[in-house]
Every structure is written in structure tokens, then in C-alpha cells.
């Protein structure tokens, strides 16, 4: 048997076999083929131990056969990887494509997915406004709705509550009325029964009635036996040779002294009054203001003009009766050829009068025209001969077709008697 030195010996000096093998697996394996050669021969040359017949041990080995089997197996393993590389490859490509087309997919119903939100959102958006137009629209006429059926039904019960309440007060105002006409009738046939002279009847009556018997009287003396309705009492003033009559009016109670509103006194300095249609001219004595007159607010709004000298009594010319009664007359009511009507306080209420006091009077001219201040209000008696009796005095011009507030003439029957007919002169 040849020994493992010429084993290597022989590769030593054979064709260099690796310069054969191509692929750099085989050369491993040569390689390693090598050493397992170089290592038997290592050993083979430590072991100096003797055999049975002292005789070399050789080992041949076929290196050429065993190459060409590892070469062989080699190229098998070769094919086996260039099979697996192959298939790893086109695995590889497969995954890869597989991957692209999943992507791209994917991206794609990404996409879809982004559009469909999109449009979900556009959908729910709309379909929002819609709904909350909708629903607004529907909460605005409901409520438009209510309002105006709650407007009806207040509107409604407000008439009906004013209504009833007018018609209870105008109720209970006539009973009083009637009550207290009954009772002033008593009282003036008591009185009649009571004075059976006509001195003693005299002391019961005020210095307003007594002033009005005398103008009747004096009226029929100068044979005046008819009354017209129209008032021929009103006159207006001058200031400084000016005329006031688009100012003030003012109404002749006596012979020497006219009524008008304080506001007119207090605010001009009138000198002339003017009479009978401005053709009497009377100069100006003294003026007396209501001690208890203001104008904000307007209290007490009443006057007296004394005059220089006496007025002659004519057809067209002669003084007015004061309304003495505490009742205020129900029809009749006069300014200036117009006819006025009472109404209820309410009707002159608004946000700069919440309430009237006991010495004013609501009315309301029938029929269109401009009032002055200090402008005449009377009321026709037919029971008496000068049927004009003095009511009331316009406080404030206006030309506004809505009622008014007049101040009473009777609340202030105490301080014009005190002036005009002093007890000391009765």
C-alpha cells in the first residue's frame, strides 16, 4: 500500500487539479480534501510505533478518483444551488411583483377609501345643512306660528279685559252719576224748602252763581232774549303791539277779568287784551297766577287777567257763566263751534302721563282742528239764559287728532271767586 507521503507527493507533482475546478464551492472542497491528507500524513509520521512484522504501512489513496467524486458531488451541489438560487429567484421575483400588485392595490383602495370618505363627508356635511336649514326653517315658523296666535289670544283677552273694564267703569260711573244727581237734587229742594226767602236762599249759593244770575239779568236788560251757540267769549292777546292768537286764547267770565292758562302768563308779557272778534281793546290791570302753578310737570295751569276798565255788555259780547257743578257734564261740551266729548282717563295716558289728577279732564274734539293754549271749553245749557257755561281751559296747543288733557274749571272755582267776586263785595 503506498503511504500517505506519496499520496502527497503525487498531488504535489500532478497537474494542479483546482486549476479545473470552476466554481469556488468545489475549490472548497478540494481544499478541504487537502488537509485531511496533510493530517493522515501528520499522523502517520508521530506514530513511529513498530507493527507485528516491522514492516512500512503504505495507504494508497486514488486521489484522481476521489477528486473526480467530489467534483462530481460538487457539481451536483452546484446544480442543487443554482436550482435553489433559480427558484429563490423567481420567488423572489414572484414576492416582489406579489408585493408591487398588493401595494398597488392597496394603494388603490386607499385611494377609493380616501374618495368614499371624502364623499361620505361631503354626503353628511350636506345632508347636515339640510337638516339644520330644515330644522330651523320649521322652529322659525312654529314660533312665528305661537307668536302670532299668542299675539291673537292676548291681543284678544285685552279686549275683551278692556271691554269689560270699560264697560264696568262706564257702569258704575253713570250709577254714581245717577246717584249723585239724585242726591244734588235732594239736597237743592232741601235747600229750597229750607230758604223760604229769597235773602236767605241768597247765603246758600256761591259767588259764581250769583255772578251768573247777574249776567242773565243784564242781558235781558238790554233786551238780548236769545242765546246763539256760538261762543262769543274767547279773545286773544297782544305783546308789545303783537298779536298772540296763534299763541293763546283766553275766555271773559266778568266784566273786568278773563280766564286763561297760566303757561301763557308766565311766558309772555301781555299788555292788550283783544275782544268781539279783536275789535274791543282792553289794557291790562294786574295778572294773577295760580300760587301753586308749574310747568314741568304742569300743575295747576291757570290764570286771571284784570283788565283797566269794565267790558259794556252788547248782542256780541258779554261774559260766560261758570260751570258750578261738581258733576262733569255728559254731552254738550263746545270749543270754538266744535263739538267735545269726555272720555275715559286712559285715552290720555302715555309715557309722560301715567296718571291725571282730580283737576283734569280727558276729552276729544269730534271733528279735526288745531287747540290753543288757554282756548275755552263750554257746555251749552239749555236749562239756564246764557247757555254757555265755562268747563274747562286747554293747557297745551296741539294739533294732533287724539284726545287731551283740559284743566277743570270747578276745581278752581275757589281761587277764581277769591279775585273775580270777593265775599267782601256780595
Known amino acids: 500500500m503506498r503511504s500517505a507521503s506519496y499520496t502527497i507527493y503525487k498531488l504535489r507533482t500532478a497537474k494542479p487539479i483546482w486549476l479545473k475546478i470552476e466554481n469556488c464551492e468545489k475549490k472548497m472542497v478540494f481544499i478541504a480534501l487537502i488537509v485531511a491528507l496533510l493530517q493522515a500524513a501528520s499522523t502517520e509520521g508521530s506514530n513511529q510505533e513498530p507493527s507485528l512484522d516491522d514492516v512500512p504501512l503504505s495507504i494508497y489513496v486514488d486521489a484522481s478518483k476521489e477528486i473526480d467524486y467530489f467534483i462530481s458531488l460538487a457539481k451536483s451541489i452546484d446544480e442543487k444551488q443554482r436550482i435553489l438560487e433559480e427558484a429563490l429567484a423567481r420567488l423572489s421575483a414572484e414576492v416582489k411583483a406579489t408585493e408591487e400588485r398588493w401595494n398597488e392595490r392597496l394603494s388603490a383602495e386607499v385611494k377609493e377609501t380616501q374618495r368614499l370618505n371624502e364623499r361620505m363627508s361631503a354626503v353628511v356635511k350636506a345632508t347636515e345643512e339640510r337638516w339644520n336649514e330644515s330644522v330651523s326653517a320649521e322652529v322659525k315658523a312654529t314660533e312665528e ?89 274767547l279773545g286773544a292777546f297782544t305783546e308789545g303791539g303783537f298779536k298772540l292768537w296763534e299763541l293763546c286764547y283766553f275766555a271773559l267770565i266778568d266784566t273786568r277779568f278773563v280766564l286763561t292758562a297760566a303757561d301763557c302768563l308766565s311766558s309772555h308779557n301781555v299788555t292788550t287784551l283783544e275782544l268781539n272778534l279783536y275789535i274791543v281793546l282792553k289794557k291790562v290791570k294786574a295778572i294773577h297766577i295760580h300760587p301753586e302753578f308749574s310747568i314741568n310737570p304742569a300743575l295747576n295751569n291757570i290764570g286771571l287777567i284784570e283788565m283797566n276798565s269794565e267790558v259794556e255788555y252788547t248782542f256780541d259780547l258779554y261774559p260766560a257763566c261758570m260751570y258750578t257743578s261738581a258733576f262733569n257734564p255728559k254731552s254738550g261740551l263746545m270749543e270754538r263751534g266744535t263739538k267735545v266729548q269726555i272720555v275715559a282717563d286712559s285715552e290720555c295716558l302715555n309715557k309722560h302721563t301715567t296718571q291725571l289728577l282730580p283737576n283734569q279732564m280727558c276729552v276729544k274734539s269730534l271733528t279735526h282742528n288745531c287747540r290753543q293754549k288757554g282756548e275755552p271749553i263750554f257746555v251749552l245749557n239749555e236749562e239756564t239764559f246764557s247757555k254757555h257755561q265755562l268747563v274747562g281751559i286747554i293747557g297745551k296747543r296741539s294739533c294732533i287728532d287724539e284726545p287731551y288733557v283740559i284743566t277743570n274749571v270747578f276745581a278752581y272755582l275757589d281761587f277764581i271767586e277769591s279775585i273775580v267776586w270777593p265775599k267782601k263785595e256780595n
Open 145 to 233: 306660528r305661537w307668536n302670532e296666535r299668542m299675539s291673537v289670544v292676548v291681543k284678544a283677552t285685552e279686549e275683551r279685559w278692556n271691554e269689560r273694564l270699560s264697560a264696568e267703569v262706564k257702569a258704575t260711573e253713570e250709577r254714581w252719576t245717577e246717584k249723585m244727581s239724585i242726591l244734588e237734587n235732594k239736597f237743592k229742594n232741601l235747600s229750597n224748602q229750607l230758604t223760604k226767602s229769597p235773602d236767605i236762599a241768597t247765603l246758600h249759593k256761591r259767588p259764581a252763581e250769583l255772578a251768573c244770575e247777574k249776567i242773565t239779568s243784564k242781558l235781558q236788560s238790554i233786551g238780548v232774549t236769545s242765546i246763539t251757540d256760538v261762543a262769543v267769549h
